[in-house]
């Protein structure tokens, strides 16, 4: 594109990186938080402020609850739309699959099924006609947590991560798939434009100029934890694969169909049911020979995840995979029975060297194992991709605002509107989530979309005052935007603690001597939040002073806009 | 600036060509990568998932060199040409496999 390579990729960094850098900051920060989704969720709903639980009795326990499980309102609305015809009764649908899922963080259980429906569909590719049920339950009594009381953590901010909940035609899939190709190009073309990379790991200074330190702290950050974004951005497209590559599904849906069926040959699971009903076997003596068998092979036995396929039919299979807290590849080692009799049909067999590869780099990525310190890492690792993003839009605005200024131009102000919106904005509307969760009364009706419109209105609203506080910038001074929104994280942060204590008892002082760390946790991370925020607001309205003072006076013209090339040289 | 001798239209396919070329491309090297290997005996799955892990490097790749490339014409030339005629030959491994 341009006479040499390396000014080529700085382009496609500069310009693919500010467009999509506001999509990636959404999809490092709730990434980042979706590293302790678990505890968010804990947090979030007091009624599961106790340990976390093994699966459960099966026989004893969920059985009853699968029994009195319907399908989902909502899975009845959306598939009524994909069928010709009305669909029967909620009540009298008939269960095809159950299935109970857990990790080693989670007090509460997460259970689901489907259930069959003889509709023909509308569109005859459609072939997964079944509506879904699913709850959440208490896995000590099996009394099922209320809709309302929405896992925040899981439930919301970790589908944000990969979906923007943007649903309609799977666009926000897509467009995080967009932003994790460009992540890979912005991490070789920074690579391409530094050539003094070593350097980069250890020089930062604060002192120095807006625009100095801020490059400073975006190659730091970039350098620091460079293999660790490129993983992370590569397997998130993998995990992804099917949605954006779906080959399987088109061009080789035969093939993926014979593959299917082979399996089910091969492996004597059954692909599809008999149609001829039948009485299920106790599950609970089929987890204990699973455990048996791991046991065996020197491997923790916590189930993670119960499967039963072809519930009440002759065909019936049950498939208990291991909760892989004991290594970083993810593969549950399944186990599969016979549902009517009991017996052992197959045992998954040791991955293939692909597969390996594949289990090892998705399970780095959804990090279902048990090691603290490396979930820490996990969460610094995501916020310095936050801190390099963020600091790439200021270098970005401060590298031209004296000259857009003299131009009369207005794109270092927009740039720096939607860089606050993005930044501050999008941690405000967290907070504002987390505090409308304790606010709101437990009964009141429709409690979780209040929640949901507390997150998205407040982030509008940090959008308009971001629109509004960085017209200084037009001046080329600094946006006073930056520090009133960095103000309100800290107080919005101390606000949910504060809110936390007084609507759930479960204050510092009470979860700390009892050492309940999840909830704790929380409370100490947003405390620091509070605190951090007050020193940047603090720095930032200095800045932004000092710009006021400076700017009419500063007539020295900034580098040209176009490149930061001339500039990262010098770095 | 280098940057002010391109004009909108052609930035515009440029960043076109990186995405959809690409796109197309990789698109290509994915159905006719795991058609290739079925032909010699792969496992579906074995298959596909080593596809799957190299594809989005592919993508990463052409992206970057559609960038980069001097001649735009070129770009497109290659990856439409390269990703259709990859489709294509899949397809026709396809039917012949079946």
């Known amino acids: 594109m341009f006479s040499s390579f390396r000014l080529s990729m700085t382009w496609l960094h500069t310009w693919f990186g500010l467009v999509l850098g506001y999509v990636l900051m959404a999809c490092f920060f709730f990434g980042a938080l979706s590293v302790f989704d678990r505890e968010i969720d804990r947090w979030a709903v007091p009624q599961s402020h106790f340990e976390a639980q093994p699966m459960p009795s099966f026989d004893r326990l969920l059985d009853p609850v699968f029994r009195r499980m319907r399908a989902h309102p909502d899975d009845m609305e959306a598939t009524a739309r994909r069928v010709i015809g009305p669909l029967p009764e909620r009540e ?24 069959g429906v003889a509709n023909e569909p509308k569109d005859p590719a459609d072939d997964h006609l079944h509506v879904h049920g699913w709850m959440t339950i208490d896995p000590r009594t099996g009394v099922e947590i209320p809709e309302t009381s929405r896992k925040l953590g899981s439930d919301f901010f970790y589908p944000m991560h990969y979906s923007l909940h943007l649903h309609w035609m799977s666009l926000g899939y897509w467009i995080v798939g967009l932003a994790a190709l ?11 434009m530094h050539r003094k990379i070593f350097r980069e ?19 730091l950050t970039g350098v620091v934890a460079l293999p660790f974004h490129f993983m992370f951005a590569l397997s998130g497209l993998v995990i992804f694969a099917g949605i954006y590559l779906p080959v399987g599904d088109t061009l080789l849906k035969a093939q993926a169909e014979k593959h299917e069926k082979l399996e089910a040959a091969r492996t004597g699971r059954p692909h599809d049911p008999a149609g001829v009903p039948a009485k299920m076997a106790p599950v609970d003596p089929m987890v204990a020979e699973a455990q048996r068998r791991w046991h065996e092979r020197g ?18 299979t049950v498939s208990i995979y291991r909760a892989g807290t004991d290594r970083v590849a993810l593969v549950g080692e399944g186990i599969h029975f016979k549902g009517t009799t009991g017996e052992v049909l197959h045992e998954d ?5 692909a597969s390996g590869i594949n289990e090892f780099i998705t399970g780095l990525h959804l990090q279902h194992f048990r090691h603290w310190l490396l979930r820490w890492f996990y969460f610094v690792g995501g916020m310095a991709g936050c801190a390099c993003i963020a600091t790439g839009f200021i270098f970005f605005v401060e590298k031209r605002k004296r000259q857009h200024a003299k131009d009369g131009s207005s794109g270092a102000r927009w740039v720096d509107a939607l860089a606050v919106t993005t930044v501050t904005g999008m941690i405000i509307a967290t907070l504002a989530m987390l505090c409308a969760n304790r606010l709101l009364p437990a009964e009141l009706a429709g409690r979780d979309r209040w929640e949901e419109s507390a997150f998205w209105l407040s982030w509008v609203l940090a959008l308009i005052h971001a629109a509004w506080r960085t017209r200084p910038v037009l001046q080329a001074r600094v946006a006073p935007a930056w520090a009133d929104q960095v103000w309100a994280i800290s107080g919005l942060a101390l606000g949910a603690v504060i809110l936390n204590a007084v609507t759930t008892g479960d204050a510092l002082w009470q979860t700390i001597p009892d050492g309940y760390w999840p909830v704790a946790g929380i409370d100490l991370s ?3 939040t509070a605190a951090l925020a007050v020193l940047v607001a603090r720095r930032v309205r200095r800045a932004e002073v000092l710009s006021v003072s400076r700017a009419p006076a500063d007539e020295t013209p900034g580098p040209a806009p176009g490149f930061a090339a001339a500039e990262t040289n010098r770095a | 600036m280098a940057l002010a001798r391109h004009s909108t239209p052609h930035i515009v396919s440029r960043v076109a060509a990186s995405l959809l070329g690409g796109y197309a491309f990789t698109w290509g090297f994915a159905s006719l990568g795991i058609t290739a290997q079925l032909g010699v005996g ?14 989005f490097l592919v993508f990463l790749a052409v992206f970057c060199w559609a960038i980069a490339a001097p001649r735009l014409s070129k770009v497109w030339a290659v990856l439409l040409g390269g990703g259709g005629a990859m489709t294509a030959t899949a397809w026709w491994l396809t039917r012949s496999l079946a």
């Open chain 1, 92 to 115: 009298s649908l008939k269960p095809a699959s159950f299935y109970a899922y857990t990790t080693h963080r989670d007090p509460v259980l997460d259970i689901g099924g489907e259930f």
């Open chain 1, 182 to 192: 460009v992540m890979l190009a912005a991490l070789v073309s920074g690579v391409v």
């Open chain 1, 201 to 219: 790991l250890f020089t930062f200074r604060p002192d120095k100029r807006t625009q100095r330190s801020a490059l400073d702290l975006h190659n």
């Open chain 1, 299 to 316: 491997m923790a036995g916590e189930v993670g995840y119960l499967f039963i396929d072809h519930v009440d039919d002759a065909n019936a």
């Open chain 1, 349 to 353: 067999p040791p991955s293939s060297t």
């Open chain 1, 526 to 528: 947003l405390l620091a």
């Open chain 2, 42 to 55: 792969v496992d579906y799955e074995d298959a596909y998932i080593t596809v799957m892990l190299l594809a």
